[in-house]
């Protein structure tokens, strides 16, 4: 028994469909272009009283999974058409930004009017992929290498039968568009013209998810490409590092820096106070071994510098007494042998 909400609810559910299905009509025959402000406002209103009108057929419970297609009334059948039209005005959107997200939702919708379809067999058809089944016939044709060609030729066959039929379809509508919008027509032309429509949308449909599918791999791999480019360029963006000779003093500097005047030079004192300047250095832990190093290397210079002046003083007091044995014969000052 209908409540007084639902009595309130029947005279404008049709006013809405209507209205809905007069945007949808305005869109797709429009000349201006998709993204001009005229269409996408009545894109918008679309979707919007699409929306109302889903919510009024849940409260409603027109459509149970309990009856068949026949113990549906005949001016109800029209209804069943309400996700297929939000997928329709969804694929209409333009937002560029946002087009991943419209195709999905469009691709729901579309998903959802063809299993409720399948459901009540409107028509004889095979549903697509969904995520759940996806997986699995993925897995079952994982072991081709490549695509069969009885498939390709077989998904083209049934490509130019739903062609035909929709030719067919569009001009069985159009004989019988003129008796059921003047109310002329029975029951029976009421029901087939309907039927029809869904028939005909169930095409379409299948037409706009292989579109959908194509152009989500199509986003899906530039989105990809530009962040491996992305990312590509920020390490491209430091400035590469201009060589120079890192010398252990001053000397060994001017000796370098003369022999390749094209390379800076620098010292290692230098360029570490260079790099203590712009807090460039390791942490503390790396910062004391580098002092330490420092150090060492610093010991181990005094270390060297100190062999070679032993080095020159024993050089110079062995020719001091070359020179002192060419003036003094031997046995000079010995006078303990002396008679």
């Known amino acids: 028994m209908a409540t007084v909400e639902d009595e309130l609810l029947l005279p404008r559910l049709p ?24 269409v996408q406002e009545k894109v918008f209103k679309g979707l919007d009283l699409l929306e109302k009108v889903a919510e009024m057929l849940s409260q409603l419970d027109l459509f149970s999974r309990n ?5 549906i009334a005949s001016t109800d059948l029209k209804y069943l058409l ?52 996806s997986a699995e016939n993925n897995t079952g044709s994982s ?15 049934a490509k130019i039968e739903r062609y035909k039929q929709k030719k067919e379809m569009e001009h069985r509508l159009s004989a019988l568009k003129s008796a ?13 013209y309907y039927l029809l429509h869904l028939r005909r949308w169930i095409g379409i449909s299948l037409e706009e998810i292989d579109s959908i599918d194509q152009e989500i791999k199509i986003l899906r791999e530039k989105d990809s490409s530009k962040e491996a480019s992305t990312s590509h360029t920020s390490r491209q963006d430091k400035p590469p590092l201009k060589p120079f000779i890192l010398t252990r003093d001053m000397a060994q500097a001017k000796v370098f820096g003369a022999g390749y005047p094209s390379l800076a030079t620098m010292t290692v004192n230098d360029w570490y106070e260079q790099h203590r300047k712009h807090s460039a250095l390791p942490d503390q832990g790396i910062a004391k071994t580098t002092s330490e ?17 032993d ?22 000052g010995n006078r303990q042998n002396m008679g």
């Open 143 to 157: 072991s081709m290498a490549y695509p069969s060609l009885v498939v390709m030729a077989s998904q083209r066959q």
């Open 82 to 133: 309400v996700p297929v039209f939000q997928g329709a005005l969804a694929m209409k959107q333009v937002n560029s930004s946002k087009r991943l997200d419209h195709l999905k939702w469009a691709r729901e919708h579309f998903i959802n009017y063809l299993t409720q379809c399948h459901y009540y067999h409107v028509a004889d058809f095979e549903l697509p992929k969904t995520k759940n089944n």
């Open 293 to 309: 190093g420092l150090r060492t290397a610093q010991q181990q210079e005094d270390q060297e510098q100190k062999e070679e002046d």
């Open 15 to 38: 006013e809405l469909f209507e209205t809905c299905k007069q945007f949808l009509d305005e869109v797709e025959v429009a000349t201006e272009p998709t993204g001009s402000r005229t």
């Open 180 to 192: 059921v919008e003047s109310g002329q027509a029975d029951d029976e032309c009421i029901r087939e």
């Open 311 to 332: 080095d020159e003083k024993t050089l110079h007091r062995a020719r001091e007494w070359d020179d002192w044995k060419d003036t003094h014969p031997r046995g000079y």
């Open 67 to 71: 009856e068949d297609l026949e113990e």
